[in-house]
C-alpha cells in the first residue's frame, strides 16, 4: 500500500504531542504522542513511533504503534513493525517479521480476509504470533 500523494509528512526529528488530523494522507517518520485521524492513507515509517490510536481509511505500519488502529478498509504490518494494541478492520496484512500483540476484528461480513505471506501459515490458516 503506497499513497499515490503524501499531504502531510513528520520528519524523523520531530515530536508531536496531541492530535494529528489531516484529511489526506500522512507520513510519520518521527514521534507522535496523540491521536492520529486521516481520511485516507496513514504510513507509520520505520523510523516512527506512535503512543496512541490511530485511525484512518488505509494504516501501513514499518515502525512501532503503541495503541489501537482503527482502518475503514486495511492494516498492512510490514516486515519491522511492531503494533501492540488492538486493530480492526476489513483487511489485514501481516508480513512474516511483524510483532502484533493485541486483538484483531475483521468488519465487512466473511468476505473480509486475513492476508498472510507466509506460506505455512496460510495452508495451516493459523495466524502468526511473535513476542519480544
Known amino acids: 500500500m503506497a499513497a499515490d500523494q503524501i499531504d502531510t509528512i513528520v520528519g524523523t526529528q520531530v515530536e508531536i504531542?496531541?492530535?494529528?488530523?489531516?484529511?489526506?494522507?500522512?507520513q510519520?517518520?518521527?514521534?507522535?504522542?496523540?491521536?492520529?485521524?486521516?481520511?485516507?492513507?496513514?504510513?507509520i515509517a520505520e523510523t516512527a513511533t506512535v503512543n496512541g490510536p490511530i485511525t484512518a481509511k488505509q494504516v501501513e505500519v514499518s515502525?512501532?504503534?503503541?495503541?489501537?488502529?482503527?482502518?475503514?478498509?486495511?492494516i498492512e504490518l510490514q516486515?519491522?513493525?511492531?503494533?501492540k494494541g488492538d486493530l480492526t478492520t476489513r483487511t489485514l496484512s501481516?508480513?512474516?517479521?511483524?510483532?502484533?500483540?493485541?486483538?484483531?476484528?475483521?468488519?465487512?461480513?466473511?468476505?473480509?480476509?486475513?492476508?498472510?505471506d507466509d506460506e505455512?501459515?496460510?495452508?495451516k490458516k493459523k495466524p502468526r504470533l511473535e513476542l519480544e
Open 94 to 116: 501481516i508480513k512474516p517479521g511483524a510483532i502484533f500483540i493485541g486483538k484483531s476484528n475483521m468488519h465487512g461480513g466473511a468476505a473480509a480476509p486475513i492476508v498472510m
Open 17 to 26: 504531542k496531541g492530535s494529528l488530523r489531516n484529511q489526506g494522507s500522512i
Open 63 to 74: 515502525g512501532q504503534v503503541h495503541g489501537t488502529i482503527t482502518a475503514e478498509d486495511q
Open 28 to 43: 510519520i517518520h518521527g514521534t507522535v504522542t496523540g491521536d492520529v485521524v486521516s481520511d485516507a492513507v496513514v504510513i
Open 79 to 83: 516486515p519491522k513493525s511492531m503494533v
Open 120 to 123: 505455512e501459515s496460510v495452508n
